[in-house]
Nanobody
Framework: QVQLVESRGGLVQAGGSLRLSCAAS????????MGWFRQAPGKEREFVAA????????YYADSVKGRFIISRDNAKSTVSLQMNLLTPEDTAVYYC??????????????WGQGTQVTVSS
C-alpha cells in the first residue's frame, strides 16, 4: 500500500536547475522523515538529502550542500528536491525514500522507483 512516486526528472544543461517531486501515499505522511538518494551507473547508491517530519531539520551530503534544497508539503504528502547549479557529476537516478522514524535515522524502509536526471556539459 505504501507508494513513493518520483517525477520531474529530465535532461538539463550544466548550470541549470531542476525540481524533483515525490508523491507519497498509503501511510500517514507527517509521521515520517523523508530523504533523497541517487545512484549513477557503476556507483553505489548515495545519500543526497533528508528532512524531518515537520521540516525543522534538514541534512545534505557535502557534494550538494548549498546547491540543493529539500522541502516537504505535509498537506499534499509530497517531498521535493530543488537542484541548482547542476553539473554532470549530478547525473544519476534519484530515489525518494521513507525513513522508519519521524526524525532522520538513516534507516529506510520504502523506496520509490526512481527518476532519471541527466546533466549535459
Amino acid at each position: 500500500q505504501v507508494q513513493l512516486v518520483e517525477s520531474r526528472g529530465g535532461l538539463v544543461q550544466a548550470g541549470g536547475s531542476l525540481r524533483l517531486s515525490c508523491a507519497a501515499s498509503g501511510f500517514t505522511f507527517i509521521n515520517y522523515a523523508m530523504g533523497w538518494f541517487r545512484q549513477a551507473p557503476g556507483k553505489e547508491r548515495e545519500f543526497v538529502a533528508a528532512i524531518s517530519w515537520g521540516g525543522g531539520s534538514r541534512y545534505y551530503a557535502d557534494s550538494v550542500k548549498g546547491r540543493f534544497i529539500i522541502s516537504r508539503d505535509n498537506a499534499k504528502s509530497t517531498v521535493s528536491l530543488q537542484m541548482n547549479l547542476l553539473t554532470p557529476e549530478d547525473t544519476a537516478v534519484y530515489y525518494c525514500a521513507r525513513d522508519r522514524r519521524s526524525t532522520w535515522s538513516q534507516s529506510v524502509d520504502y523506496w520509490g522507483q526512481g527518476t532519471q536526471v541527466t546533466v549535459s556539459s
